[in-house]
């Protein structure tokens, strides 16, 4: 298998998972995709299974049965990676707001500056945003503020989800014990990453919002992070297995 793997969740993004896909392969550097689809309705699985045949062995597909979360899908995702030894792997989203371009500065702030972890980061360079309504900015930008505060994370963009890990991250975690499906799930990652002392970077990117398909962001999935933060935090405290295994 290759050295770097990039996983996409998906749920009804026949929109864009070919343009994904194939903006991914244009790039200069080489990475695998692995696309964890949750049965998708409108076809997003077929459609992958289709243009496999145009990348075979660098494209790959695992298919759940049903939609059970960002978070289980991304855990789904991390043990395949592993258990086909890629050295680096990726999050990312399938509706372009995050620019596939950026794989490559994240992939060079683990390779060059020796970082376990790198950040696609909105927020530690200004607030770098396109498209989004103003509350749902504020919304963001005050629940990585509020990241901040609680757990003492030196991160502006505790919610970011386009992220590089070293395999080493993953190996570390124990994934059968990440807590949250939701949209706490990528502050819990960061959490543990940080407990464990793995060395984290922010790379600033600028974050567009979709134009096609339909955002998967509801009011639960905000309030999993208001109150899995203060839970997380007062775990960390009490649990030594929480702190000395994460």
């Given at each position: 298998m290759g050295k770097r793997l990039v996983i996409i969740p998906t749920y009804n993004e026949i929109e864009n998972i070919e343009a994904i896909v194939r903006a991914i392969y244009r790039l200069p550097l080489s990475f695998d995709l692995l696309i964890v689809d949750d049965n998708s309705p409108d076809g997003t699985a077929d459609r992958v299974k289709a243009l496999q045949k145009e990348f075979p062995q660098r494209l790959f597909?695992?298919?759940?049965?049903e939609k059970a979360g960002l978070g289980t899908a991304y855990i789904h995702g991390f043990k395949w990676a592993l258990r086909e030894s890629y050295a680096y792997i990726f999050e990312m989203d399938a509706d372009f707001s995050h620019n596939p371009a950026d794989l490559i500065r994240l992939y060079q702030a683990c390779e060059q500056d020796h970082v376990d972890m790198a950040v696609g980061s909105r927020?530690?360079?200004g607030i770098n945003v396109i498209n989004?309504?103003?509350?749902?900015v504020l919304l963001s930008w005050s629940?990585?503020?509020y990241?901040?505060?609680?757990?003492?994370?030196?991160?502006?963009d505790a919610t970011a989800g386009f992220v590089c890990y070293k395999r080493e991250i993953l190996e570390r975690i124990n994934l059968d014990k990440i807590k949250f499906v939701g949209y706490a799930f990528q502050i819990e990652m960061k959490f543990k990453t940080n407990l464990l002392g793995f060395k984290i970077k922010e790379v600033p990117i600028i974050f567009t919002n979709r134009i096609k398909g339909e955002s998967k962001m509801n009011s639960g999935i905000f309030s999993e992070?208001?109150?899995?933060?203060?839970?997380?935090k007062v775990r960390s405290w009490f649990s030594k297995e929480y702190k000395n295994h994460a």
């Open positions: 597909l695992e298919k759940r049965e927020y530690c360079s989004w309504p103003m509350s749902r629940a990585s503020k990241v901040r505060l609680v757990t003492g994370l030196k991160i502006h992070a208001f109150f899995g933060v203060l839970s997380m």
